[in-house]
T-cell receptor
């Protein structure tokens, strides 16, 4: 089944404890992205990747890191989480990085993160 | 900068009523794509439709229909004969065609509650 998977789905942690949220897609998509969803703000892009080893900042990158060592995986790293990073996180992928904007983005199931 | 406004924060209707969710967007590009996503209580994002800026034809899919009007920069979504299963948060989103980021700019969402 074609899908985007995220782990963990739920996480409660404490301020300053490094964590990684994994994202994997099995559709051979070139483009991957991370969003965070906050009440009243919709979803906002954190980082994106056009292909392996190519990543760049989105609208709200502060406090996050990403890497794209393999096409299928795009982990989101919080080196020192803070309470303002409590949010619902979505990973997304899209087949064609060249045709910007045209393709539907496939979203993972979401990861609900709470930072105490 | 692009922007999507969903002025209706929450709508409550009784089953079988028709309901329209409003979406107004801003962009300086002439080529762009508009999307609607559904987020049911389980939290995942479900793709509903994509429309490009050159196609102003209205679209109907079962009980769902979309009205795209470039003159008013609107892309409204109507559910006919609403059902309890339509209860969800609905997001309108915009993607500009030639931006490298490929980011979707989301509205803040409209929560639809369909009462039995």
């Amino acid at each position: 089944e074609a899908q985007v998977t995220q782990n963990p789905r739920y996480l409660i942690t404490v301020t300053g404890k490094k964590l990684t949220v994994t994202c994997s897609q099995n559709m051979n998509h070139e483009y991957m992205s991370w969003y965070r969803q906050d009440p009243g703000l919709g979803l906002r892009q954190i980082y994106y990747s056009m292909n392996v080893e190519v990543t760049d900042k989105g609208d709200v990158p502060e406090g996050y890191k990403v890497s794209r060592k393999e096409k299928r995986n795009f982990p989101l790293i919080l080196e020192s989480p803070s309470p303002n990073q409590t949010s619902l996180y979505f990973c997304a992928s899209s087949p064609d990085a060249g045709l910007a904007g045209r393709n539907e983005q496939f979203f993972g199931p979401g990861t609900r993160l709470t930072v105490l | 900068a692009q922007k999507v406004t969903q002025a209706q924060t929450e709508i409550s209707v009784v089953e079988k009523e028709d309901v329209t969710l409003d979406c107004v967007y801003e962009t300086r590009d002439t080529t762009y794509y508009l999307f609607w996503y559904k987020q049911p209580p389980s939290g995942e994002l479900v793709f509903l439709i994509r429309r490009n800026s050159f196609d102003e034809q209205n679209e109907i899919s079962g009980r769902y229909s979309w009205n795209f009007q470039k003159s008013t920069s609107s892309f409204n979504f109507t559910i006919t004969a609403s059902q309890v299963v339509d209860s969800a948060v609905y997001f309108c989103a915009l993607s500009e065609a030639y931006t490298g980021r490929r980011a979707l700019t989301f509205g803040s969402g409209t929560r639809l509650q369909v009462q039995p």
